[in-house]
């Protein structure tokens, strides 16, 4: 298939049916952990929304009516989560998004799924100020839709460094602040070692303080999908990279939580 894919996800604990809006491998940004091979930089290009119809279809039609589940997934996590608009770059690149929300909400809908599993956007949110996006993250919210907005570091250095974007740490909390005015919102950050270290006092400050300005301002971001390395980066970074320890994770999960957010951590 072209646009659609399953999944055991680990962070869901369930099926998750993936739509790749982005099979050119192409995105705006160059995280360094991004588990995409061959990843350049560019947009989504033009969907072929009859056969991301055709194929949504399909594989909805094996997990809800074939033996897809019986065959192909683990006995504990035979129950379909969700679908998630993620893949190989970032989706809200596509010109058709809106349009796409729509399909997606038709073929629920057909399937007696809507309001029974959720539509999830997996996003680094830095398109989220054009009306285009901002018209589909509000059908979203009509499709018990829920944004994972991506967060890994809050200091102009560290987006630099690990998703190797220039922009400006104050102009990506303004569109976190205006994806959860028009959807449910998780923030989802990733954490990990670089060369050994883990982050250092500055990031995890600035981190927290923003966790603590979220609840002074009352944005309403439903919590934090806190996460490390489970697979291996397949950028040029990768070998400087490492998973950090449980204990570590769990004690930042926690520091976080006394900031004020909720965490759901998968370490």
């Known amino acids: 298939m072209t646009y659609v894919y399953p999944v055991v996800s680990r962070r869901s604990g369930g099926v998750s049916v993936g739509i790749n809006l982005n099979p050119n491998n192409a995105c705006n940004w160059a995280c360094i952990y991004c588990q995409v091979p061959n990843l350049t930089r ?15 279809r399909t594989m909805l039609s094996a997990i809800v009516h074939g033996d897809f589940m019986q065959t192909r997934v683990p ?7 969700d679908i998630a608009l993620s893949g190989n770059g970032e ?6 998004f809106p349009q796409v ?7 629920m809908t057909d399937f007696d799924l809507a309001a029974k599993i959720k539509l999830i956007l997996i996003t680094n949110g830095s398109l989220i100020d054009r009306p285009r996006v901002q018209e589909g993250l509000q059908k979203m919210a009509k499709l018990n839709g829920e944004v994972w907005f991506k967060l890994d570091s809050t200091t102009a250095q560290g987006l630099r460094r690990i998703n190797q974007t220039r922009t400006p740490p104050e102009k990506h909390f303004e569109r ?3 994806a959860a005015s028009l959807c449910p919102t998780w923030i989802q950050s990733c954490v990990f070692a670089i060369d050994g270290k883990k982050p250092d006092e500055a990031e995890q400050a600035a981190y927290l303080d923003l966790i603590r300005r979220i609840k002074k301002e009352r944005i309403p971001v439903q919590g934090v999908l806190l996460y ?3 697979r291996p980066s397949l950028q040029p970074a ?4 490492s998973a950090l320890s449980v204990e570590w994770m769990e004690k930042w999960a926690g520091a976080i939580r006394t900031a004020g957010l909720e965490v759901k951590l998968t370490p």
């Open 228 to 230: 490390g390395l489970a």
């Open 238 to 241: 990768a070998p400087r990279l």
């Open 75 to 81: 006995e504990g996590v035979r129950h379909l989560n």
């Open 176 to 178: 976190l602040k205006l």
């Open 101 to 107: 929300i729509d399909l997606i909400g038709e073929v």
């Open 91 to 96: 989706p809200t690149s596509s010109k058709e």
């Open 42 to 56: 560019g947009t989504a290009p033009p969907i072929d929304l009859p056969l991301l119809e055709k194929e949504l």
